[in-house]
């Protein structure tokens, strides 16, 4: 048979059709006598108890995990699909300081930080294809 | 072939040695749906879906419908090789999985690209549906895990399957273990059998294929690899009617240099078939002739109707697909 096959396998391309968090797990730790968990969970608007609830709930797609961290300061530690995970300390954070860290823990992709030079990335081939000279009109000098 | 002539062929099959009779008896218990249910040898792995944060997360990361419970989605991550019983692993559900996803993958295939050769509409059909495409689904873009081992104190929501020791190949039967790969793919095929019996049937699983398996991107023109192009070609033409092709030169410069670019065309008659670049006369001939053929290959209907559509509603305004000759034949 003269035609063979070069057996490939198809790339994923997330949101392109269904869109899949890449966030799956947020580890929320916290010292029961330290000052700096305050925020946490020790003023009278604690995190965990006033907000975290509604925002897990508006997150149904990641798993919360609660759990003490003690003599240490709290943090917050994303684990994404890719198998990566994010820390972030939240030492003397407010209440409303600690959820724009597990937001922005939740809106990240997971992926290491890094300058984008150019500003098109794409898997798909160029529409117009590459510039060859030997088409279109000649060039007179 | 009649059965007069497989008789020799039967006789001269080597009889198994006694372990391996054994072994053939042992399997043949196992595989078999009975109603008893077959001797455990490790402890059931978790069957307190409830118990497990993970598998809410990911019934919600997959947008699935309320209606699909989580019980059988904490069964659909139970490979058979965790546990033989059928009732309580994922086999049946992967099998009707499978069946909808290779007919939804296959159909949208020959639909969009009606003159594909054999080979490689097998092939694109395992790039979107095959074990090594799902277990990229699953664990790179739906995030399962894999538990470590099935015990009964795993999390229900992690894949749970009997590893395949390092080293050694997969045996027939799930027994002696899996690749993770291979479990992966019977868990996301599972799932979707899991939408066909509770989302509502067929409408839902097409629409789950669409937006999760044929929105993956791949590309069938890279997938070819034609020995002799310019003679399959030929061979073409003489099919199909056309003038036999001929190559002229479009372009060229450097000839005489270390660094010559040549670019030919491939004409039936008055009509441009195909046109590719080269070193060489040879190459950029050789190029537009494959070039040509992947352009009657890669024909796409600008109108394209699934079939499967009819299946929903019968009375649905349906169009024909296109029908190919099929390939060409040296």
């Given amino acids: ?141 | 072939m009649t059965l007069k002539r497989l008789r020799p062929l039967l006789r001269l099959r080597p009889v198994a040695p006694p372990s391996q009779r054994l072994l053939i008896r042992s399997v043949a218990t196992t595989t078999s749906i009975s109603t008893e249910p077959p001797v455990r040898t490790t402890p059931p792995p978790c069957r307190t879906p409830s118990l497990s944060a993970k598998l809410p997360a990911l019934h919600s990361r997959l947008s699935l419908h309320p209606a699909y419970p989580i019980e059988t989605l904490a069964r659909a991550l139970v490979h058979s090789s965790a546990d033989a019983d059928h009732r309580f692993n994922n086999h049946t559900l992967a099998t009707l999985g499978d069946s909808l996803l290779q007919y939804l993958v296959s159909e949208h295939i020959l639909t969009k690209f009606p003159r594909l050769p054999t080979a490689i509409h097998q092939a694109a059909i395992d790039a979107y549906a095959g074990h090594e495409a799902l277990d990229h689904l699953g664990r790179n873009t739906w995030g399962i895990e894999v538990a470590y081992a099935p015990v009964a104190e795993v999390d229900a929501g992690l894949l749970q399957l009997k590893r395949l020791p390092p080293g050694e190949a997969p045996g027939l039967t799930p027994d002696s273990g899996v690749t993770v790969e291979y479990a992966m793919a019977s868990a996301v095929r599972a799932i979707i059998g899991g939408i066909y019996l509770h989302e509502g049937g067929l409408p839902a699983v097409r629409q789950f294929t669409r937006l999760h398996i044929l929105s993956r991107k791949l590309d069938v023109e890279k997938m070819f690899l034609i020995k002799k192009p310019t003679l399959e070609l030929s061979r073409l033409c003489a099919r199909e009617g056309f003038e036999s092709p001929v190559a002229r030169l479009h372009a060229e410069t450097g000839r005489l240099s270390s660094h010559a670019v040549f670019v030919v065309g491939v004409y039936s008659g008055k009509n441009l078939l195909g046109e590719g670049h080269g070193g060489s006369l040879q190459e950029a001939r050789t190029r537009a002739a494959v070039n040509a053929l992947k352009a009657w290959y890669l024909y796409s209907p600008l109108e394209k109707d699934l079939p499967s559509k009819t299946l929903e509603d019968p009375k649905v305004e349906f169009k024909p697909a296109f029908i190919d000759a099929g390939e060409v034949i040296i």
């Fill in chain 1, 1 to 141: 048979m003269p035609v063979k096959v070069l057996p490939a396998v198809s790339k994923a391309q997330n949101g392109v059709g269904a869109f899949v968090l890449q966030c799956k797990r947020l580890e929320f730790n916290y010292c029961d006598a330290a000052g700096s968990s305050r925020g946490m969970k020790c003023s009278d608007r604690l995190f965990l108890k006033h907000c975290l609830p509604q925002f897990a709930k508006q997150n149904p797609a990641i798993e919360m995990h609660v759990a003490p961290r003690p003599s240490k300061h709290p943090i917050i530690r994303g684990v994404y699909i890719n198998g990566r995970e994010k820390v972030i300390c939240v030492r003397n954070l407010e209440h409303n300081q600690v959820l724009k860290k597990a937001e922005l823990l939740r809106n990240s992709s997971g992926l290491q930080l890094r300058k984008l030079r150019n500003p098109v990335q794409s898997i798909n081939d160029s529409v117009r294809g590459i510039f060859s000279p030997f088409h279109g009109p000649k060039h007179a000098l």
